[in-house]
């Protein structure tokens, strides 16, 4: 394997407010490799989103980055000016945000809304009716690839005249408008049914066979990540705690977290199996502690835990954040 394409070390994001410092990522370290599909897991509130709007430089003031450094294709990219990330966005990154009917904008159609975010990265694009023929040809094409039906009559809808799954598809269209290196899907199947979240997924690993492109599948969801990624990160109360091959850190959960996510998914394969949900609430983001952030909701912590812990490495790429693994 190649070096990373995109590569984080010691991120940490916070956002002031009356009650104190949040820390919404505390010290993130992963790599993404090119053609690879990583999924990076956690509950709400974990900092997933949070970690990849500080990689595109969209986060809202007045949250910002207060350490680490954002690398991409060897390219120092955190701290650049916002008329470089604009380049970068869309071009070489691009991110499909939560619920689409929420990001697209619902007084443009899909051609509009495709056709701007060509416009703005495609400085080779002719004048004149050329171009809006280029542009609508291309617009087409992108929702033909996406596997919406009839894509020269979808041009013309309106975002509240589309499905889920067609409006989730029309987010990936423009996502993939400029033939980005690395696609980062946030939470892509969100409010979906379970028929259409499969085809969407479906559609993400073709696309990442057919152009190549690297994805990072941001969810909740542990069975969506391992069906569809080789690695996975799992992240907790703004920390990596886990990461490695996705099937290893499945089959072998290290980490006392891992272990409760799994715990908590149905399973068809033992249907009688009792879904235990991990007890207590997230760590507090402005106080958390000192040691381990799980620590006070996990039935294995001993005073060991109280103490800060680093990302230990295990056998076999894989690393964990717990007392219990060996350093």
């Given at each position: 394997?190649?070096?990373?394409?995109?590569?984080?070390?010691?991120?940490?994001?916070?956002?002031?407010?009356?009650?104190?410092?949040?820390?919404?990522?505390?010290?993130?370290?992963?790599?993404?490799?090119?053609?690879?599909?990583?999924?990076?897991?956690?509950?709400?509130?974990?900092?997933?989103?949070?970690?990849?709007?500080?990689?595109?430089?969209?986060?809202?003031?007045?949250?910002?980055?207060?350490?680490?450094?954002?690398?991409?294709?060897?390219?120092?990219?955190?701290?650049?000016?916002?008329?470089?990330?604009?380049?970068?966005?869309?071009?070489?990154?691009?991110?499909?945000?939560?619920?689409?009917?929420?990001?697209?904008?619902?007084?443009?159609?899909?051609?509009?809304?495709?056709?701007?975010?060509?416009?703005?990265?495609?400085?080779?694009?002719?004048?004149?009716?050329?171009?809006?023929?280029?542009?609508?040809?291309?617009?087409?094409?992108?929702?033909?690839?996406?596997?919406?039906?009839?894509?020269?009559?979808?041009?013309?809808?309106?975002?509240?005249?589309?499905?889920?799954?067609?409006?989730?598809?029309?987010?990936?269209?423009?996502?993939?408008?400029?033939r980005p290196k690395l696609l980062i899907a946030d939470e892509p199947t969100t409010a979906l049914d379970v028929t259409i979240q499969?085809?969407?997924?479906?559609?993400?690993?073709?696309?990442?066979?057919?152009?190549?492109?690297?994805?990072?599948?941001?969810?909740?969801?542990?069975?969506?990540?391992?069906?569809?990624?080789?690695?996975?990160?799992?992240?907790?109360?703004?920390?990596?705690?886990?990461?490695?091959?996705?099937?290893?850190?499945?089959g072998e959960p290290r980490h006392p977290y891992t272990r409760g996510l799994l715990r908590s998914i149905p399973s068809i394969a033992?249907?009688?199996?009792?879904?235990?949900?991990?007890?207590?609430?997230?760590?507090?983001?402005?106080?958390?502690?000192?040691?381990?952030?799980?620590?006070?909701?996990?039935?294995?912590?001993?005073?060991?835990?109280?103490?800060?812990?680093?990302?230990?490495?295990?056998?076999?790429?894989?690393?964990?954040?717990?007392?219990?693994?060996?350093?």
């Amino acid at each position: 394997m190649s070096g990373p394409l995109l590569e984080i070390r010691g991120l940490a994001v916070v956002f002031p407010t009356r009650g104190g410092l949040v820390r919404a990522v505390d010290g993130v370290d992963l790599e993404v490799f090119s053609g690879e599909c990583l999924g990076v897991v956690g509950e709400s509130g974990s900092g997933k989103s949070v970690t990849f709007l500080a990689v595109l430089g969209l986060l809202r003031p007045p949250g910002r980055i207060e350490a680490g450094e954002i690398r991409f294709e060897g390219r120092t990219i955190s701290g650049l000016p916002e008329a470089e990330l604009r380049e970068l966005r869309g071009r070489a990154i691009a991110i499909t945000l939560q619920d689409a009917l929420t990001a697209l904008n619902p007084a443009l159609t899909v051609e509009q809304q495709i056709v701007e975010t060509i416009e703005a990265h495609d400085p080779d694009l002719p004048r004149g009716r050329a171009r809006r023929r280029i542009l609508r040809e291309r617009a087409q094409e992108l929702l033909r690839l996406v596997g919406i039906p009839e894509p020269a009559r979808r041009l013309a809808a309106y975002p509240h005249e589309l499905s889920g799954g067609m409006r989730q598809r029309v987010m990936i269209a423009i996502a993939l408008s400029c033939r980005p290196k690395l696609l980062i899907a946030d939470e892509p199947t969100t409010a979906l049914d379970v028929t259409i979240q499969a085809q969407v997924l479906d559609l993400l690993a073709e696309l990442r066979e057919r152009l190549g492109t690297a994805i990072v599948l941001v969810s909740h969801d542990l069975g969506v990540v391992a069906e569809h990624c080789g690695r996975v990160v799992v992240m907790y109360a703004g920390q990596v705690v886990e990461r490695g091959p996705t099937a290893a850190v499945i089959g072998e959960p290290r980490h006392p977290y891992t272990r409760g996510l799994l715990r908590s998914i149905p399973s068809i394969a033992e249907p009688e199996r009792p879904i235990r949900p991990i007890p207590g609430q997230m760590a507090d983001p402005i106080r958390p502690p000192p040691g381990c952030r799980f620590e006070p909701r996990c039935s294995l912590a001993r005073p060991a835990c109280r103490l800060p812990i680093a990302l230990r490495p295990i056998d076999g790429g894989r690393a964990a954040r717990c007392v219990e693994v060996a350093a």
